[in-house]
């Protein structure tokens, strides 16, 4: 089961300490320096140190050695089947997954595995990471100088929240677990859809969509807008319950008004399932389709703007984003598999019956929502993904 020991973690209560000892030990620098955990890259294994209790001047707490297994789901399992007692269930730590056991003699054994180790891991079986990795990047940015998303932290687990503490660690997870213009990209676009949004609520819609809802929040940020208007979330049911178990346990309330729906965009029949919660095709609607478009087969895009002029009336509108060129996936669970040329999307989009009114390219983004202001630091977005909004105007 065991493929290789691959990670070794010391305690340390000073952590800056720590890290300038184990330079001039090593002769190297971390490959990852954060205030609570730092990465040495030894060979093949990766020496980390961790904080500790600042209160002890010898660490009780020992080394943790981990071993790489291929899937850690069905490790941990296999491990509780032949009985070891549960010490630390599956968590996610930055890129990796890790659990510990307690062996039939009292040893603790510890696994890790990539965000790629088991077959399991897609959205149909597992929450969203690419959600998640959105959700991060907006509570970063409401702790920031953006105070966008304001409740994107409560989707958010202990481990993900550490970095939001302080701004030197917040800097540091821009700079390391985002990227800045991944992070940029994450302000413009929630910019650039709540002004959709919230533009919809006074021009007489009576229905909004979210095509791949995720950990959205539009619904309970602006809830005291949206009292007339049905809000459907649609997305597959791992990410969507997630989601309103973490609304619940954050004491969220979930307006009336608002139907979850789940489904798999790539076998089900959306439409059908909106008719079956409430919907009206009657009624003007705003479709939202965030962050979606990219990891979805042509075919599956198709198929959907097709539901879409199908079941609605003209002067709806659909807000998206998509992706310009093949590039190398951010998120590493989640590859991409649509883009266009900028181009061509005109006349993709008529076919369904969408005129486009409004097309964002990536200097726009940062002109509007980045570098409006007296900055002297120019900030860059991603510089092949653009935001579009089509009306529905008939073939």
Not at 114 to 131: C, G, I, L, M, W
Not at 176 to 181: D, F, K, M, V, Y
Not at 323 to 348: C, G, H, N
Not at 373 to 382: H, I, R, W
Request: hydrophobic content about 40%; charged content about 25%; aromatic content about 12%.
């Amino acid at each position: 089961m065991f493929t290789s020991l691959k990670r070794m973690i010391y305690k340390a209560s000073e952590i800056e300490e720590a890290k300038r000892w184990y330079i001039n030990l090593l002769d190297m620098q971390p490959v990852l320096d954060t205030p609570f955990l730092v990465i040495f890259k030894i060979g093949e294994c990766t020496l980390s140190l961790a904080k500790s209790n600042p209160d002890s001047s010898v660490n009780i707490e020992g080394a943790e050695t981990y071993w790489e297994v291929v899937d850690i789901d069905l490790s941990y399992q296999k491990l509780l089947e032949m009985g070891a007692k549960e010490h630390t269930p599956i968590k996610q730590v930055l890129n990796i997954r890790i659990a510990k056991v307690i062996d039939p003699f009292g040893n603790v054994i510890c696994i890790s595995g990539s965000q790629q180790d088991s077959q399991e891991r897609t959205v149909e079986k597992k929450p969203s990471e690419t959600a998640m990795t959105a959700a991060f990047s907006r509570a970063v940015a409401a702790k920031e100088d953006n105070g966008q998303d304001y409740l994107a932290e409560i989707f958010l687990n202990d481990e993900a929240k550490k970095p939001l503490s302080d701004i030197a660690s917040r800097k540091w997870a821009i700079e390391n677990l985002i990227t800045p213009p991944l992070y940029h990209y994450f302000i413009c676009r929630t910019a650039y859809i709540d002004s959709v949004f919230q533009k919809a609520l006074t021009e007489n819609f009576s229905q909004i969509v979210f095509l791949g809802a995720g950990y959205d929040t539009r619904a309970y940020r602006f809830k005291e807008l949206t009292s007339n208007i049905r809000i459907f979330e649609i997305d597959v049911v791992s990410t969507q319950n997630r989601k309103i178990e973490s609304l619940k346990n954050a004491n969220i309330d979930i307006p009336t008004q608002v139907s979850f729906i789940s489904i798999n965009f790539k076998n089900e029949n959306f439409a059908e399932a909106l008719i079956k919660s409430g919907f009206n095709k009657s009624l003007k609607t705003l479709f939202i389709w965030e962050g979606v478009t990219f990891y979805l087969q042509e075919e599956v895009i198709r198929n959907t703007l097709e539901l879409i002029s199908a079941s609605a009336p003209l002067g709806s509108v659909l807000c998206f984003d998509f992706m310009t060129a093949k590039v190398d996936s951010v998120f590493q669970s989640e590859p991409f598999l649509f883009w266009i040329e900028p181009s061509e999307l005109p006349e993709f989009m008529f076919r369904f019956g969408f005129y486009i009114i409004e097309h964002l390219y990536p200097n726009e983004m940062e002109k509007k929502f980045l570098n409006s202001g007296d900055s002297t630091t120019e900030k860059k977005t991603l510089q092949y993904f653009n935001f579009v909004t089509a009306i529905l105007s008939g073939k």
